[in-house]
Nanobody
């Protein structure tokens, strides 16, 4: 089992930027599909972005397209989420997740390893 630890979340004003990091340990993630999900208060966990093991392909939920970028550095066992032009509706706990296989799944149940999350709060 891989352990995932997120960091980088904090309070930021609308229009600002943040970069979240997810560091993996326990085993390599170099062949895993990695993803970011988020859960806003009182809402279901929502898919944000996913990236193929090679970094050559990614997908995003429509609400963050053009603003967020997922990337990875397999040598550092780290996945990133660059978030620009943040909006109050981006406020949530952001979770990193890992799964084997090539499909860039948007379904939480397809992911087998999860971090504990990092809080992002965007003020208006």
């Amino acid at each position: 089992q891989v352990q995932l630890v997120e960091s980088g979340g904090r309070l930021v004003q609308a229009g600002g930027s943040l970069r979240l990091s997810c560091v993996a340990s326990g085993r390599t993630i170099s062949t895993d599909t990695m993803a970011w999900f988020r859960r806003a208060s009182g809402k279901e966990r929502e898919f944000v972005a996913a990236i193929k093991w090679s970094g050559s392909r990614s997908n995003y939920v429509d609400s963050v397209k053009g603003r967020f970028t997922i990337s990875r550095d397999n040598a550092k066992s780290t996945v990133y989420l660059q978030m620009n032009s943040l909006k109050p509706e981006d406020t949530a706990v952001y979770y990193c997740a890992a799964r084997s296989g090539l499909q860039l799944s948007t379904t939480p149940n397809d992911y087998t390893s999860w971090g504990r999350g990092t809080q992002v709060t965007v003020s208006s």
